[in-house]
């Protein structure tokens, strides 16, 4: 997955788990690659900044990845806008990889420069257990730590990743090969739920170790590992399911869609339902399929079939599009609750005008450049001759056009709203007027009109699709309206839950789903319903 910032910036998958855990924004900047340094350098040395040196990796390279860095951390990500405490640094990849070596060594001269008293250095190992002896393994740490000390860096923490609970006696066979204290060793083993870890890294004496070693100002107790803890314990109460078909063509590795995943998960937690969420392939539904493997055909299609929801998510390419088609096609006639990201949207709008207004030829230009009936076209900015950096990115502002609006209500009844965007294509807004007066509605706008930002079908349950990526800005603890909206639609709440929301202000609709209280007691009332 390609997880987009607000500023637009393209970065890695982990940069949205950060944002999701701790509840940030953060900013392309926060992405620290080794062509961004190696550009900046080399920028710097076009400028003469260098009076004409020979630029090295160190000190010139080095030097310029801890500039980064202590800038970088300066920058407030929060929304009160306060000067951070800590920055954290994660150094990714293996140690003794080429690609990491300038970035090793970078941070081996910052440790002098940031004192000991401002610089911890967490090491994270994993400690394998083979099935067929099923005894854990701690040469892979010992040999990673060893490494890491050869290039001058010391573990203050030694954090060890296991399928099961590691064993008091391999714990202390670490601390003593690898130069720590037993009490620097932190074990994180599998757990329930991945919202149990930072319960599991507290119960260990990682918040006491930070305010001792770093001196922070901190209190033992936290109101929000509090809240935490309230629903990593009611996640695992869980009982009731909701089965949701996620339709693309990126299933073989599900990072591709983690955010639309844990948007998913968010959204079920709040409304006190496990996630079943049902990969399918949507290449699977094609007829072409169907002719060369009939089994995994109408396994596909069963799977669609039992599903509470359907979301069609975003993508590229004209591969698997017709399974996309008939997914979104089966939603519209059986009122399945639907809804469709990006290229999604894109579709179902291309389903509903080829089955619905007669437009058999309707089609994109991303997948036929000339066809007929344009439905879907490039934007202006878009040039063909050259991919990089030409998609719409980051935060834009969605106006909606009615308030007549399911999605509109989801949001608190606000009059606009601020998504984040990837994309190159959009709907044609020259051929919108037909599609409104077969009650397919384009209740949402970019600030000028001309972009269609937010679909829905006023003869359906819940049948939306955005041009947005909504799952970008999910949290735990505050789900996406669109995403929380299909749950609710799908197990049957949607009405009782948009009654709910008429009674509150707009500034209570996101606390009060995510608390824990309200979310029983409105589930008590709608079973009562």
């Known amino acids: ?132 002896t099923g005894e854990q393994k701690t040469k892979p740490t010992q040999n990673s730590v060893r490494l890491l000390r050869g290039l001058g860096l010391s573990p203050d923490l030694i954090i060890c990743r296991s399928s099961a609970p590691i064993e008091m006696a391999v714990k202390e066979k670490i601390s003593m090969f690898c130069h720590v204290d ?73 990072d591709c869609y983690a955010s639309v995943f844990k948007a998913l998960e968010h959204s079920a937690l709040a409304i006190n339902h496990k996630l079943n969420l049902m990969y399918i392939d949507s290449l699977d539904l094609e007829p072409i399929t169907k002719a060369e493997d009939p089994v995994k055909f109408h396994e596909a299609w069963q799977k669609l079939c039992l599903a509470d929801g359907i979301l069609v998510p975003g993508g590229f390419g004209i591969r698997g599009t017709l399974g996309k088609l008939q997914a979104i096609s089966w939603a519209r006639t059986k009122k399945i609750p639907f809804l469709g990201i990006c290229l999604g949207m894109q579709l179902a709008v291309i389903e509903f005008a080829r089955n619905c207004l007669g437009l058999k030829d309707a089609n994109s230009t991303e997948f036929e450049p000339n066809t007929p009936v344009p439905l879907v076209i490039d934007m202006p900015e878009h040039n063909p001759g050259d991919l990089g950096g030409t998609m719409r ?99 049957g709440n949607l009405n009782a839950h948009l009654q709910q929301i008429n009674r509150l202000s707009p500034s209570d609709v996101y606390s009060d789903v995510s608390d824990d209280s309200y979310s029983e007691a409105k589930l008590a009332e709608l079973e009562i319903n």
């Open 1 to 132: 997955e390609v997880f987009v910032l607000n500023d637009g910036g393209e970065v890695d998958l982990d940069l949205g788990n950060y944002e999701r855990f701790l509840d940030i924004n953060l900013y392309k900047d926060n992405n620290i690659t080794t062509g961004k340094i190696y550009q900046h350098v080399i920028n710097k040395e076009r400028r003469g900044d260098y009076l004409g040196k020979t630029v090295q990796v160190v000190p010139h390279i080095t030097d310029a990845i801890q500039e980064w860095v202590m800038n970088q951390a300066k920058v407030s990500v929060d929304i009160n806008k306060e000067d951070p405490q800590i920055c954290v640094i994660e150094l990714g990849g293996t140690i003794g990889d080429i690609e990491g070596m300038a970035f090793v060594e970078a941070f081996r001269q910052f440790q002098f420069k940031a004192k000991k008293e401002n610089f911890c250095n967490i090491h994270v190992s994993l400690v394998p257990q083979p099935s067929a």
């Open 393 to 491: 990115l980051g935060l834009r502002r969605t106006v909606f056009t009615t308030e007549n609006s399911i999605l509109r209500k989801l949001y608190g009844d606000v009059p606009y709203i601020e998504e984040r965007h990837r994309h190159r294509y959009e709907v044609n807004p020259n051929l919108i007027n037909q599609f409104e007066k077969k009650d397919l509605c384009f209740v949402g706008q970019d600030t000028d009109g001309k972009r269609m930002e937010i679909i829905e079908l006023t003869s359906h349950p819940y049948f939306i699709g955005v041009q947005f990526h909504p799952e970008f800005s999910s949290r735990p603890m505050k789900p996406s309206p669109p995403y929380l909206g299909l749950l609710l639609a799908a197990t």
């Open 182 to 254: 037993p009490d620097q060793v932190i074990c994180i083993h599998d757990v329930s739920s991945i919202y149990r870890v930072p319960l599991l890294l507290e119960e260990q004496g990682m918040v006491k170790y930070f305010k001792e070693r770093l001196d922070l100002p901190i209190s033992d107790s936290s109101n929000l590992l509090f809240k935490w803890k309230a629903m990593a314990d009611r996640y695992e109460r869980l009982q009731k399911i909701c089965s949701i078909a996620l339709v693309g063509k990126y299933t073989k590795l599900r």
